[in-house]
């Protein structure tokens, strides 16, 4: 069934891994329409036959969501209640129930790396899916213990877990928690079969299907977790791997010809590396670490090494306002020598 398979071993989640997954396009041509990969048929529609598919949708990344849902007739509640639901408009989550046959399935397996498909939603992180045999009322009580989480100080935080590229390394760092995998799974007011999480790689996409093991010995009536520096960290390094992984795609689609032989996994490596050293000088936007990166990738590493005057050094090291280093920096490539900057085939870039 799974072209790739993983697992936690001994605890209590269990992961299973579809990878690759073929991508729906725009389908352009093709009838009937797919309303998602063939490979996951059984994830979102397999037995038991009496479990729901839902998901979460973020409608502050999806333009128009409510209005679409309405139009579809598709069950849906927010995750806010009172004030902020009423504060946030249509940017807040949504939970909703699908059907197999909903425009909204089709376009949440939609991938369009160029941007160009305004219905493609898989590329904008905007949902995860789950399974399970509650109606929607009680689903939706039960997920909304975890939209904000408690500090180890007693303060509460907001946790976005319908973000796909957080709840993939979320739920891998909760699996060797009994009490937190627990409150998930097996809440009191609803129980989830499956959590469905769609992952972007380097070279397209799976799918992570989570899932607790039946006959892991679980604790009853579990708290959510904690919002803890460990859960923060790992949150934080999810986001960092994913704008590494980005940044990466998009060089590799914006200068084909120069990278042709450069191989994806090493251009990766170097990205990361490249933004382990620049972030900590203070240049943290992702416009400004492209710009850098593209640098570095056309002229090679240390690219600022190649300054004779050593200014470019100078600047990375300086402090001050991001946008106007980064001013700098570009004023300063501009007057230097091209020749000084020709990539490993001895041309200039």
């Not at 209005?67 to 806010?80: G, M």
């Not at 803890?228 to 590494?244: F, G, N, S």
């Amino acid at each position: 069934m799974t072209d790739g398979a993983g697992s936690f071993g001994a605890l209590p989640l269990r992961l299973e891994v579809i990878d690759p997954v073929d991508m729906l396009d725009t389908q352009f041509g093709i009838w009937p329409l797919k309303q998602f990969p063939d490979q996951l048929a059984d994830t979102l529609f397999g037995q038991p036959s009496e479990e729901q598919l839902f998901a979460v949708v973020d409608g502050a990344i999806i333009p128009g969501l409510v209005d679409f849902l309405e139009a579809e007739d598709l069950a849906h509640k927010s995750l806010y209640t009172g004030d902020l639901r009423d504060e946030m408009g249509d940017a807040q989550p949504f939970l909703v129930e699908l059907t197999p046959d909903s425009l909204l399935l089709r376009h949440l397996w939609t991938a369009d790396a160029n941007g160009d498909t305004p219905t493609a939603f898989l590329d904008k992180a905007a949902a995860i899916l789950m399974r399970s045999t509650a109606p929607l009322p009680a689903l939706h009580r039960h997920l909304r213990r975890f939209t904000q989480l408690q500090t180890p100080a007693d303060a509460r935080v907001f946790f976005r877990f319908w973000d796909p590229v957080s709840a993939a390394r979320y739920f891998q760092h909760i699996a060797r928690q009994p009490a937190a995998s627990a409150a998930w799974f097996h809440g009191r007011s609803a129980t989830l079969s499956s959590i469905i999480v769609p992952v972007e790689t380097l070279t397209g996409w799976s799918v992570w299907t989570v899932k607790l093991d039946p006959e892991f010995p679980l604790p009853s009536d579990a708290s959510p977790p904690l919002m803890d520096a460990e859960t923060e960290d790992i949150l934080r390094l999810a986001r960092y791997d994913m704008a590494v992984l980005e940044a990466t795609k998009l060089l590799l689609r914006t200068f084909p010809d120069q990278l042709e032989n450069q191989d994806p996994r090493r251009l990766q490596a170097d990205v990361d590396t490249l933004y382990r050293r620049i972030i900590p000088k203070g240049i943290e936007t992702k416009s400004s670490l492209f710009i850098i990166a593209t640098w570095e990738a056309l002229y090679g590493p240390g690219f600022e090494q190649r300054d004779p005057d050593g200014q470019l050094a100078e600047i990375l090291d300086a402090e001050g306002h991001e946008d106007k280093r980064m001013e700098r920096l570009i004023d300063r490539m501009n007057a230097l020598d091209p020749t000084l900057f020709t990539n490993p085939r001895g041309e200039i870039a």
